[in-house]
């Protein structure tokens, strides 16, 4: 690995069409050389669609490929263990799909296996390298508020037709895939993002619920948590509201910042009565800045903000609120 990573993708669906796939063959260093889905089909047609020179449809042939040098598994949370660790076993990196997998537990064998083969494991927790959070991490760094005192999520949305009238056949919504509903799926980036920004977590508590009754996970969790900064959380997500709406407050002792984890809302800073607006908008391949991170630092040149090591703490964080 001198010169360039040459990646192989297991689990070619839709996030890897544009959010990820281009951004594997456009960072620099960085060359997309086969893609896996178990229907061979669909992996021979992203990899013309694509123009990658090889497909498979077992995840064992990708992973034994000697010019795949590491390995981006982008499944269903269910497979990333096994996946992972088999990988990890024939000497090649990971760069795995979030949340890291089913449970912290999961997470934890996961990177024993990364630590016995001696090679990294990366989690796709994208916006820790996302030009509009970068500069919500500078604020903060730079006293712009004052010290944090206090942190407040609102994600609320309403539930999909298909989930209504009992159609919907999407895995996230499928514990024995996602590991839970769409909190799993979703507050998994925003809490992974406040780890980014305030550091980490120490303790964390809440409640989940199954209050719409549209499918079989969890659709509303509630939760607080302290920084061990010393700084206080709060969260709400409900998949089964009226409206949709979600924001993320800052509050420190001088002003507060305010920003959606989702939406390419500006970015604000409030002090002193007044207000700083950014709008910065996400690369058309989101994945890319984090991506480019990751290969920098398997060709010995940078570092990579998000690990399996901050990764795991997402999902003790998430584990607790759902308990």
């Known amino acids: ?7 192989g993708i297991i689990g070619c669906g839709n ?14 260093g960085s060359r997309l050389t086969a893609v896996m889905r178990r229907d061979g089909r669909l992996a021979e ?21 000697e010019e795949v040098d590491a390995v981006y598994i982008a499944t269903p949370p269910a497979f990333h263990k096994s996946y992972a660790i088999e990988a990890c076993r024939a000497g090649k990196p990971v760069y795995v799909e979030k949340p890291m997998a089913l449970n912290a537990a999961e997470c934890e064998e996961m990177t024993a296996a990364s630590e016995r083969s001696g090679v990294p494991i990366y989690v796709a927790y994208y916006r820790r390298a996302l030009p509009r959070f ?10 712009a508020i004052g010290e944090v005192l206090a942190v407040n999520t609102m994600h609320v949305a309403r539930p999909k037709p298909d989930e209504v009238n009992g159609t919907s056949a999407s895995w996230r919504t499928r514990p024995e895939l996602s590991g839970g509903g769409y909190f799993f799926d979703l507050a998994s980036h925003t809490l992974d993002l406040l780890d980014y920004l305030l550091g980490p977590i120490g303790a964390a508590s809440g409640f989940s619920s199954n ?4 499918y079989e996970a969890e659709d509303t969790v509630t939760g607080a948590y302290r920084f061990e900064s010393g700084a206080h959380g709060t969260g709400t997500w409900c998949f089964a ?59 010995g040149r940078g570092s990579s903000p998000s690990t399996a090591a901050t990764a795991i703490r997402t999902s003790r964080v998430m584990d607790a609120l759902v308990r």
């Open 241 to 299: 509201a009226d409206r949709n709406l979600e924001y993320n407050e800052i509050t420190g002792t001088r002003g507060r910042i305010e920003f959606s984890t989702f939406t390419e809302a500006p970015v604000r800073l409030l002090r002193d009565g007044s207000v700083e607006e950014l709008l910065i908008p996400n690369p058309a391949h989101v994945q890319q800045p984090l991506i480019q991170h990751i290969v920098d630092e398997l060709l």
């Open 15 to 28: 996030v890897t069409e544009v959010k990820s796939g281009p951004a594997l063959q456009q960072a620099d």
């Open 45 to 65: 047609d992203y990899a013309r669609r694509h123009g990658i020179p090889k497909w498979y449809d077992q995840a064992e042939d990708l992973i034994a490929d």
């Open 134 to 143: 970068v500069q919500v991490k500078q604020w903060l760094d730079a006293g």
């Open 211 to 214: 209050l719409g009754g549209y």
């Open 1 to 7: 690995m001198n010169k360039e990573i040459r990646w």
